[in-house]
């Protein structure tokens, strides 16, 4: 069977887990709920494994904080043989506004600690981004900023917005990187009537 990995990046514990840095987790913690399947752990991760349009993905949460992701990843990649090209990664990123996604295949880690760590330990960048917008910080640090939690009316459309990411992923899947890039990447939450609208 044709075999994914889909990892969501975040960091393990409670204290994190509603930040804007965990909105990886969100999404493949979404994808499980939709296909309601539980993770098991193993690899220093939590993980679920679920068939999607006749793929075996293995979705994945590395349990190793954020900067350390891409050992899991690896470990899980090579202990199931899977290709290096069909791998998923969902994380969030601050370049590009709170409720839009884009899908990016390869490029550079732009600064992002947990893709910086998959790229070091898989020694590939050409895996697909599904990159969840959370917008620029405002007087705080950059660090403060993702590992703050997301403000009320950020919470109000938030499910709408995992939503949106878990769309796009289930889209790569289903057609191909190119069919899902054509749908996904000019879309956005709209806040005032919270659903999904082009822009």
């Known amino acids: 069977m044709n075999k994914w990995l889909i990892a969501g990046l975040g960091n393990p514990g409670e204290k994190y887990r509603l930040t804007r840095h965990n909105i990886g987790f969100m999404v493949v913690d979404a994808v499980a709920e939709r296909f309601n399947v539980g993770f098991k752990g193993g690899f220093e991760s939590d993980y679920a494994v679920i068939d999607i349009f006749g793929k075996r993905c293995y979705v994945v949460k590395p349990q190793t904080y954020m900067n350390l992701s891409g050992r899991s990843i690896a470990e899980i990649l090579g202990y199931f043989d899977i290709l290096k090209n069909q791998i998923i990664i969902v994380h969030d990123d601050m370049d590009i506004e709170f409720g839009?996604?884009?899908?990016?295949?390869?490029?550079?880690?732009?600064?992002?600690?947990?893709?910086?760590?998959?790229?070091?330990?898989?020694?590939?960048?050409?895996?697909?981004?599904?990159?969840?917008?959370?917008?620029?910080?405002?007087?705080?640090?950059?660090?403060?900023?993702?590992?703050?939690?997301?403000?009320?009316?950020?919470?109000?459309?938030?499910?709408?917005?995992?939503?949106?990411?878990?769309?796009?992923?289930?889209?790569?899947?289903?057609?191909?990187?190119?069919?899902?890039?054509?749908?996904?990447?000019?879309?956005?939450?709209?806040k005032e009537v919270k659903a999904i609208c082009q822009v």
């Open 100 to 190: 839009k996604v884009k899908i990016k295949v390869g490029g550079s880690s732009a600064g992002h600690r947990g893709v910086d760590s998959v790229i070091s330990c898989l020694s590939f960048q050409d895996f697909v981004r599904v990159k969840m917008g959370i917008g620029k910080p405002k007087n705080i640090d950059v660090t403060g900023f993702v590992l703050s939690a997301f403000s009320k009316e950020e919470q109000s459309v938030l499910k709408e917005f995992v939503d949106l990411g878990v769309e796009a992923v289930l889209s790569i899947l289903e057609k191909d990187v190119k069919d899902a890039m054509n749908r996904y990447n000019n879309k956005k939450i709209c």
